[in-house]
């Protein structure tokens, strides 16, 4: 399919504040059983041509570098790949990136998340736009049975300690992420896994709830049965509002169902580790996803 960006079909939102957001590789290689890329329709990875990347980002950078020398755009890119840097195909984007940087000034920032394998490759690719990714070393948990029930692998934990100190010599930031309430996981384990990562040293830490996604296996009724998942109901955090519609004012909001209970993690425990998530100081963790717990509302059974 053509390029909506080179085609001009989404001009008209670059004056609007919006982010330019593509893809460069679609699907993923690992087989998490909490993500809906987890299946096996996503374990085949399609590479765009290099020659369509790079003229859709030439094409975003010489539209945006008026608006944001202006002050009327975001200084950012969000690519939605799964494992950006994995492949040989990311270095070169990422020295398209570093023209685009230098012919427009633009992206400053670029919101992507990083291989979980093929660290050098990954350092390689990051190396040349200094500054501008974040490198992942996103664990979910450090947990060997926790990961193991949801079927990840992550890298071993002395590689893990050296993201950080890698992403330094390659001038990026490093990040983690951790998922509260996967299967076979408990506040001990939980706490455990933070204390593993700050000790790592990374600047960030991430934290998120399991969400129930449709379509991902961790979504069937045999899956919540096996492992005792309890859920509850919330407003996905930002996705409300009030809008006028033919002439009507509509209220709207939409729902995610997330994991709060299970076996070895009491409802209690489960809020104990979301206080301590959301109260931790800045220059340690990110805002946690959601500053309110979920609804109270009854479990609903899967849609």
């Not at 030439?58 to 539209?63: K, N, V």
């Not at 994995?86 to 023209?99: N, S």
Request: hydrophobic letters at 35%; glycine letters at 6%; proline letters at 6%.
């Amino acid at each position: 399919m053509p390029s909506p960006y080179t085609a001009g079909l989404l001009d008209q939102f670059f004056e609007r504040g919006g982010v330019p957001t593509i893809t460069t590789t679609r699907g993923c290689p690992f087989g998490c059983n909490f993500c809906t890329e987890g299946q096996d329709y996503f374990s085949k990875v399609a590479k765009r041509p290099r020659a369509e990347v790079e003229a859709e980002l030439h094409y975003i950078g010489r539209r945006l570098a008026p608006l944001v020398q202006a002050g009327t755009a975001r200084n950012e890119l969000l690519i939605t790949d799964s494992n950006f840097g994995m492949f040989p195909e990311d270095k070169h984007t990422c020295q398209v990136l570093a023209e685009c940087q230098k012919l427009y000034g633009w992206p400053r920032v670029v919101n992507v998340t990083t291989g979980k394998s093929q660290r050098e490759r990954v350092l390689e690719a990051v190396a040349q736009v200094p500054g501008t990714i974040s490198l992942s070393g996103s664990v979910q948990s450090l947990d060997t049975d926790v990961l193991a029930a949801v079927q990840r692998k992550n890298i071993s934990a002395a590689k893990m300690m050296e993201i950080a100190l890698q992403s330094a010599q390659a001038g990026a930031q490093s990040y983690s992420e951790v998922i509260l309430a996967l299967p076979d996981d408990s506040k001990k384990k939980h706490f455990d896994t933070l204390r593993g990562l700050m000790d790592a040293r990374f600047d960030r830490l991430n934290m998120f709830q399991l969400t129930l996604l449709p379509s991902s296996e961790m979504y069937a009724p045999a899956y919540r049965k096996r492992w005792g998942l309890g859920t509850k109901w919330r407003v996905i955090p930002r996705c409300f509002g009030r809008y006028t519609v033919l002439g009507e004012e509509v209220r709207a909001a939409e729902l995610d169902e997330v994991c709060v209970e299970l076996p070895t993690l009491s409802y209690e425990d489960y809020r104990e580790c979301r206080v301590m998530e959301c109260s931790s100081p800045p220059s340690t963790t990110a805002a946690c996803s959601a500053r309110s717990s979920p609804s109270s509302a009854p479990t609903r059974s899967p849609r």
